[in-house]
């Protein structure tokens, strides 16, 4: 089989993991995640998954009457770290090998993230699943992600969301919006009305050249269908 990208990034928000539920962690999302990870594992294509941590605390939105930025920032990477352990117990569950690894020391929790540990995992055919952000405040694990995808030599960040690429406005309120098929970075930072990424994180990739394609999970074999070099959702590059 022949592979677009043999190495590549997810970004899975925290909201994603708390499914209908609005908050904590559902299983059931859990497993179908797991699903569509399979598949694109069985083609050869190595995984790194970056979890957010907003189904439990959003530290930009969090903050406020006596609760500083920094403190709720690192509950949301807290959080993040939880999401991360226990979507590798999914998955480890449902026959996809997986390591949870944690950029904020916690020894009992799960393993300490360092990039020899991350790629030994990867070539010994595991998913590897990040926690903790980049262990900083002020910084959104979109960035994460691009930072991750450039220091672990991923082909690609791959951002899902709830709609099936980068839309011309939010099409959640306007019913003209239009799907864009491929854009070019400038195009996503320049345009107030691309938000389906952090603007630090695209100008990351803009600046170290690193793919970006956003999709939704919700279309079953997505993933696999882009490491195979089929056209899913949008590419910015």
Same mark, same amino acid.
């Not at 941590?53 to 930025?69: E, K, T, V, W």
């Not at 839309?167 to 098929?181: G, H, L, M």
């Not at 070019?184 to 691309?194: E, N």
């Not at 993933?223 to 910015?236: A, F, N, S």
């Given at each position: 089989?022949?592979?677009?990208?043999?190495?590549?990034?997810?970004?899975?928000?925290?909201?994603?993991?708390?499914?209908?539920?609005?908050?904590?962690?559902?299983?059931?999302?859990?497993?179908?995640?797991?699903?569509?990870?399979?598949?694109?594992?069985?083609?050869?294509?190595?995984?790194?998954?970056?979890?957010?941590?907003?189904?439990?605390?959003?530290?930009?939105?969090?903050?406020?009457?006596?609760?500083?930025?920094?403190?709720?920032?690192?509950?949301?990477?807290?959080?993040?770290?939880?999401?991360?352990?226990?979507?590798?117990?999914?998955?480890?569950?449902?026959?996809?090998?997986?390591?949870?690894?944690?950029?904020?020391?916690?020894?009992?929790?799960?393993?300490?993230?360092?990039?020899?540990?991350?790629?030994?995992?990867?070539?010994? +055919?595991? %998913?590897?699943?990040? *926690?903790?952000? =980049?262990?900083?405040?002020?910084?959104? @694990?979109?960035?994460?992600? !691009?930072? #991750?995808?450039?220091?672990?030599?991923?082909?690609?960040?791959?951002?899902?969301?709830?709609?099936?690429?980068?839309?011309?406005?939010?099409?959640?309120?306007?019913?003209?919006?239009?799907?864009?098929?491929?854009?070019?970075?400038?195009?996503?930072?320049?345009?107030?009305?691309?938000?389906?990424?952090?603007?630090?994180?695209? +100008?990351? %990739?803009?600046?170290? *050249?690193?793919? =970006?394609?956003?999709?939704?999970?919700? @279309?079953?074999?997505?993933? !696999?269908? #882009?490491?195979?070099?089929?056209?899913?959702?949008?590419?910015?590059?």
């Amino acid at each position: 089989m022949k592979l677009t990208y043999t190495r590549i990034v997810v970004k899975i928000s925290g909201e994603q993991l708390a499914g209908g539920d609005g908050f904590g962690f559902n299983t059931t999302v859990a497993k179908k995640i797991a699903q569509e990870i399979a598949q694109v594992v069985a083609t050869g294509t190595e995984v790194v998954i970056i979890v957010g941590g907003g189904n439990y605390m959003r530290g930009a939105n969090g903050s406020g009457d006596g609760l500083r930025r920094v403190t709720a920032d690192f509950m949301g990477m807290m959080g993040s770290v939880m999401n991360a352990t226990a979507t590798a117990d999914v998955f480890n569950a449902n026959s996809v090998p997986a390591n949870a690894l944690t950029t904020v020391k916690m020894d009992q929790v799960a393993d300490f993230y360092t990039q020899r540990r991350a790629l030994h995992h990867l070539r010994k +055919g595991r %998913a590897v699943i990040v *926690g903790g952000g =980049i262990a900083r405040p002020f910084v959104t @694990t979109d960035t994460v992600a !691009v930072s #991750l995808a450039l220091e672990l030599d991923c082909d690609v960040v791959v951002k899902v969301t709830k709609v099936d690429g980068v839309y011309s406005k939010d099409p959640a309120k306007f019913a003209d919006a239009t799907r864009v098929a491929a854009m070019t970075f400038d195009q996503a930072v320049a345009d107030p009305h691309i938000k389906v990424m952090d603007k630090a994180a695209l +100008g990351l %990739a803009m600046e170290q *050249g690193k793919k =970006i394609v956003v999709c939704d999970l919700a @279309t079953p074999g997505n993933l !696999v269908k #882009l490491v195979t070099g089929e056209q899913v959702g949008t590419l910015i590059s």
